[in-house]
């Protein structure tokens, strides 16, 4: 997590700019990430994998740089850089030898203020972004499973239940238009947080921050909408075929507290998730399922509706998901699940399998954020959503709070009647149906 003499510094430009500073001279290098306040949920209605598609406009130049100089300034300067895009915020990130930070501020600062969104980058990228769909879900087995198809049974709203990778038709029919109209809504220095981490001087490198973001005019910070939605009140089920799935699958979500709100009753799905399909052979689902009956070739527990815990907002699930053996039905896993989780409602998790699996948790966090640019990124995750990036410090021992009551609690919530369900089938199934 954060070192020991780490400290945290912030401020905020006239324009609205939130800046986190991480100083760590430790280090060689230095990480810079801008988070924008604005994901797929906030997509508009026709517009499917808009904030997707956006973040590959951001690559294609600004009024001042042509398209692949940032790409070029980065890596001549021994960098990386890449972007990615969340259900709640999109982020672009520069890892750098320490002596480059000016340059990387001076790059994000430029496409902050103007980007070229132009036709040409416009249908260029619809048909990046089409084809990375072709191969990450349409032309590949188990495509997505279940992020793509489990939402929409386990929610109402257009927000939290459409595809966030987008249909065909939604992308064709998106104009340059729309794509300013994004942009001046979503991307003011108000709506984002700047975050940079490792080797700088924090007065240098304010004074930088100043230079390249502090003339960016002011835009409002647009108004967070609200993506809450009420409780299921009895099961939901789907069925999907998949032309390229050699076996079925099914997956199975349920609600769980708000991340930010209710932060301390979310904490132990955390390790619920963990206690059920940890990776290892001593995981229930794994004994239950693979060693015991036979079920399933492969299974996941996780939570976050794609796998994010510490990095997801309201609402989110737990996702149990499973590959099934042949011969066996959806139905056997989802009975076979529910057995598992109400034992652990009935009895809790074992004092020490707890511990083991908090310690191991602890860990994982501490290696995976032991990387200047995942420390960076786990801070202003933490920062954006819930205003205290001091929260990655402090989470080894939040998870070794949580007690087995807790995780017993939350377990007893884990009911079929607050399950929505998605069968995934080949085709091959559908065709013998007819």
Same mark, same amino acid.
């Given at each position: 997590m954060q070192r020991p003499?780490?400290?945290?510094? @912030?401020?905020?430009?006239?324009?609205?700019? @939130?800046?986190?500073?991480?100083?760590?001279?430790?280090v060689p290098v230095v990480a810079v990430a801008v988070h924008y306040d604005v994901g797929m949920r906030s997509e508009p209605e026709g517009r499917t994998g808009f904030a997707h598609l956006f973040e590959h406009l951001m690559f294609q130049g600004s009024e001042l740089l042509p398209k692949l100089d940032h790409a070029h300034y980065v890596q001549a300067s021994g960098g990386v850089f890449n972007g990615s895009t969340h259900l709640d915020y999109t982020q672009y990130h520069n890892v750098l030898p320490s002596n480059a930070l000016e340059r990387v501020l001076f790059l994000e600062a430029d496409r902050m203020r103007a980007p070229n969104l132009n036709a040409e980058n416009l249908r260029v990228q619809i048909d990046v972004v089409k084809e990375e769909i072709r191969a990450?879900?349409?032309?590949?087995?188990?495509?997505?499973?279940?992020?793509?198809?489990?939402?929409? /049974?386990?929610?109402?709203?257009f927000a939290n239940s459409h595809d966030g990778y987008g249909s065909f038709d939604d992308l064709d029919s998106a104009t340059v238009a729309d794509a300013r109209q994004f942009f001046d809504r979503y991307y003011a220095p108000a709506n984002a947080l700047l975050t940079l981490c490792g080797d700088f001087d924090a007065n240098e490198a304010l004074d930088m921050v100043e230079r390249h973001f #502090?003339? $960016?005019?002011?835009?409002? @910070?647009?108004? @967070?909408?609200?993506?809450?939605?009420?409780? $299921?009140?009895?099961?939901?089920?789907?069925?999907?075929?998949?032309?390229?799935?050699?076996?079925?699958?099914?997956?199975? #979500?349920?609600? /769980?507290?708000?991340?930010?709100?209710?932060?301390?009753?979310?904490?132990?799905?955390?390790?619920l998730s963990d206690v059920m399909s940890d990776d290892g052979p001593a995981c229930r689902l794994h004994r239950r399922l693979v060693r015991q009956d036979g079920l399933v070739t492969s299974h996941r527990c996780y939570l976050g509706m794609l796998g994010d815990p510490l990095d997801t907002g309201h609402p989110t699930a737990l996702v149990c998901s499973a590959r099934q053996t042949p011969g066996t039905s959806a139905q056997q896993v989802l009975d076979a699940i529910a057995e598992e989780f109400a034992v652990?409602?009935?009895?809790?998790p074992a004092e020490r399998e707890l511990r083991r699996i908090a310690t191991r948790l602890s860990t994982r966090l501490l290696v995976e954020t032991?990387?200047?640019?995942?420390?960076?990124?786990?801070?202003?995750?933490?920062?954006?959503?819930?205003?205290?990036?001091?929260?990655?410090?402090?989470?080894? #021992?939040?998870?070794?709070a949580v007690t087995p009551g807790q995780v017993a609690e939350a377990a007893a919530r884990i009911t079929?009647?607050?399950r929505a369900v998605v069968e995934l089938l080949p085709a091959s199934y559908q065709e013998k149906a007819a």
């Open positions: 003499h780490q400290h945290l510094v @912030r401020t905020q430009l006239a324009n609205g700019l @939130r800046v986190l500073l991480a100083p760590d001279r430790t990450n879900v349409t032309n590949k087995p188990y495509g997505c499973f279940p992020w793509v198809s489990l939402p929409g /049974v386990l929610f109402d709203s #502090g003339p $960016i005019p002011f835009r409002p @910070r647009p108004s @967070r909408p609200n993506f809450a939605e009420p409780e $299921i009140t009895g099961e939901r089920r789907t069925t999907k075929y998949d032309p390229h799935a050699p076996l079925p699958a099914v997956a199975a #979500g349920w609600r /769980v507290p708000d991340p930010i709100s209710e932060w301390d009753s979310y904490l132990p799905y955390l390790l652990v409602a009935r009895e809790g032991d990387g200047v640019l995942a420390r960076t990124q786990a801070l202003a995750s933490l920062e954006l959503r819930h205003g205290r990036a001091e929260l990655l410090g402090e989470l080894p #021992g939040l998870l070794t079929p009647d607050r």
